[in-house]
């Protein structure tokens, strides 16, 4: 067998799809299912269920996967290991980042990146946290910026900055002139929220577990609201909708146009925050690269975070 047929096999196990696991590994579909068929073949076992709209494994199947993400790994360390041996910083690195950061981190960091270690392209995904820790763990991406708290993964992780959240409203709110907010007062607005998948949603209803309550009862469809993302919620906050909680990063990130239509207040103590961390599998052995990522996000210019926590 080889690693192409390895890949395919857990390209499928992840997507379910024949279709979508040949997109993610860039050939046809044809020639994945050939692939997979043949691999079968060799080995004389029926690793994937062929029915209905999705692909399931079988017992067999989900064994097989399982070593072959642990061969994938282990040939992405022999290249690693042979990097070493020329230059740490050559090479892309492929590097995951949560929705609800990309867009205020990488506009900054990548022009300082480019000018610290030009030699280091940036291959960039913007993913929900718990698919981007499976990527990093199967090798798929070198390393991951998110928000704690992570689950237990078995991953690496630096802590790069923490900042504080604040709450968004529309300008002619009444809570537009106040200088502060207590967290419980949320409940007794109209909230907009992430969609279920993004770790912001669930920073949010930490901060008014009330507003958990809400989303099982009809009352809570009235009384909250779900957008794709902070950028949404942010126009819809400027059209009066509702309310929100937005991290700093964002709040700086502000377009002009709508800086008249909205006020951030902040919270009364104590203040809700996030940390946000810089995440790779133990495995890894591009260190320098790392390192030479996590320095150069150290440096860059992002208003209203802490960086005192760096270690």
Request: net charge negative.
């Amino acid at each position: 067998m080889t690693l192409t047929e390895l890949k395919y096999i857990v390209a499928l196990a992840r997507e379910r799809h024949f279709g979508k696991a040949a997109e993610s590994c860039f050939v046809s579909q044809p020639t994945l299912s050939v692939a997979i068929r043949k691999l079968e073949d060799k080995l004389g076992v029926t690793l994937f269920e062929r029915g209905g709209a999705e692909v399931s494994m079988t017992p067999i199947g989900q064994r097989i996967v399982a070593q072959a993400h642990k061969v994938l790994q282990e040939s992405e360390t022999i290249r690693d290991i042979a990097r070493l041996g020329h230059d740490p910083l050559a090479g892309p690195l492929h590097v995951g980042v949560i929705y609800t950061i990309g867009p205020y981190l990488l506009p900054k960091l990548i022009p300082l990146q480019i000018q610290k270690t030009p030699q280091m392209p940036l291959i960039l995904q913007e993913n929900f946290t718990v698919r981007l820790i499976e990527l990093v763990r199967q090798g798929e991406l070198d390393c991951a910026i998110m928000a704690e708290p992570l689950p237990d993964a078995g991953l690496q992780s630096l802590v790069l900055y923490e900042e504080d959240f604040v709450v968004a409203v529309p300008s002619k709110h009444p809570w537009a002139n106040k200088e502060s907010i207590a967290a419980d007062e949320l409940k007794q607005e109209n909230m907009l929220l992430l969609g279920s998948g993004h770790c912001f949603r669930d920073h949010v209803l930490g901060v008014c577990p009330e507003l958990s309550h809400y989303s099982d009862t009809s009352e809570g469809m009235q009384r909250t609201f779900e957008g794709s993302s902070l950028e949404t919620i942010r126009h819809m906050v400027a059209a009066g909708i509702g309310v929100t909680v937005m991290p700093q990063t964002a709040v700086a990130a502000t377009d002009p146009s709508e800086s008249a239509l909205i006020r951030y207040i902040p919270f009364r103590d104590p203040v809700p925050s996030r940390q946000v961390v810089l995440a790779w599998r133990k495995t890894f052995t591009r260190l320098p690269a790392i390192e030479a990522l996590a320095e150069a996000i150290m440096a860059t210019d992002l208003q209203g975070v802490r960086r005192e926590l760096m270690v």
